[in-house]
């Protein structure tokens, strides 16, 4: 079972490498909410998005001869830049399988992010179908897979937010009452919620889904992860279908709380962090933020940490 431990190993190791994003205090938002409201902005990431995190962390730990047979991943962008990004600096080859629905905004930076190391492959218009074929070649080409959320290290390489948002709270005297995190296949939440409830109990750790894609709501419900049988796939970075065994089991001991936000909303809350903040998000980035709407009442006059979790949006995705 993944621990703190695991946690601040992991953040050793990618001390350096990532960025130590901002935890900025908001004033828009804290006025409009009646709260006070932070954003941990993982958008300003090297790759605008967390998955760099887990991704790196993950293939750090590769043996030699793993590394020189290469790795695949599966992913709807993010993770896959992550990937790319950490084979480029290593000079490991790779192979990333991508959705053909997948933002081009998303596939170019893969290529420009992986260069020469990486191959793609545009395969079904799901993660969930698209993960499939990796595995598939993975097995019959002897490579290993770098799974993009269920896996200890990729989750310990997430789970550096919390480490990071814990330390600057420390540093500033923040002292939080929760935090709301982006769930699609629960590998940042998992890390987020098993550091922060190892060592700040007292925080309530939520996660937000999007409506048309509540994977872990499901998980919750059957007492483990299921595959629903259709999703809205317009919030791209957590439109999952299904969680991990791992991400389910840290998610189920640690979240009390999960709470679901429409799609409409995440794209009023898109519109609005651009125009009124200048703040570029991705529509999972916004899912946190947009959820401070279902969840007004309850952050009334509370001190809230919201995480962006990714800044890869597609400009040409706006009329959508």
């Known amino acids: 079972m993944l621990s703190s431990k695991d946690i601040i190993k992991a953040h050793k190791v990618l001390n350096g490498v990532v960025v130590n994003t901002p935890l900025d205090y908001d004033h828009y938002l804290s006025e409009k909410y009646g709260a006070k409201i932070y954003l941990k902005k993982e958008n300003a990431q090297r790759v605008r998005s967390f998955k760099i995190r887990g991704a790196y962390y993950a293939i750090s730990q590769l043996s030699k001869e793993e590394r020189e047979r290469g790795v695949v991943c599966a992913s709807a962008g993010n993770h896959a830049q992550g990937v790319a990004y950490t084979c480029n600096e290593m000079k490991i080859p790779a192979t990333i399988f991508m959705p053909i629905t ?4 998303k596939i170019g930076q893969v290529r420009f992010f992986g260069g020469d190391f990486v191959t793609i492959k545009l395969v079904g218009d799901t993660f969930d179908a698209s993960a499939k074929a990796a595995q598939e070649f993975t097995v019959s080409e002897n490579r290993t897979f770098i799974d993009p959320f ?9 789970g550096t937010v919390a480490y990071e948002i814990l330390e600057e709270a420390r540093k500033e005297s923040i002292d939080f009452d929760a935090v709301l995190v ?16 190892e060592t700040s ?20 419900e059957a007492g483990g992860p299921v595959k629903l049988k259709e999703i809205d796939k317009f919030a791209d970075g957590i439109a999952v279908q299904k969680v991990g065994q791992l ?13 679901g936000v429409d799609e409409g909303l995440i794209s009023e809350t898109l519109i609005d ?48």
């Open 102 to 105: 997948t933002p081009q905004q």
């Open 150 to 158: 269920d896996d200890a290290h990729v989750q310990a390489g997430q």
């Open 182 to 197: 982006p769930v699609g296949g629960g590998g940042l939440i998992a890390g987020v919620s098993t550091y922060i409830k």
């Open 201 to 220: 109990p007292e925080i309530e750790v939520i996660g937000v889904e999007a409506n048309g894609a509540r994977s872990m709501k499901a998980a919750f």
């Open 247 to 259: 991400t389910y089991e840290a998610t189920r001991q640690h979240v009390q709380t999960l709470v």
């Open 273 to 320: 962090l651009y125009s009124k903040q200048g703040i570029v998000a991705e529509p999972a980035g916004a899912a946190s933020i947009a959820s401070l709407e279902v969840l007004a009442e309850y952050i009334k006059g509370k001190t809230i940490c919201c995480i962006i979790s990714g800044g890869n949006n597609d400009i040409n995705r706006m009329p959508e």
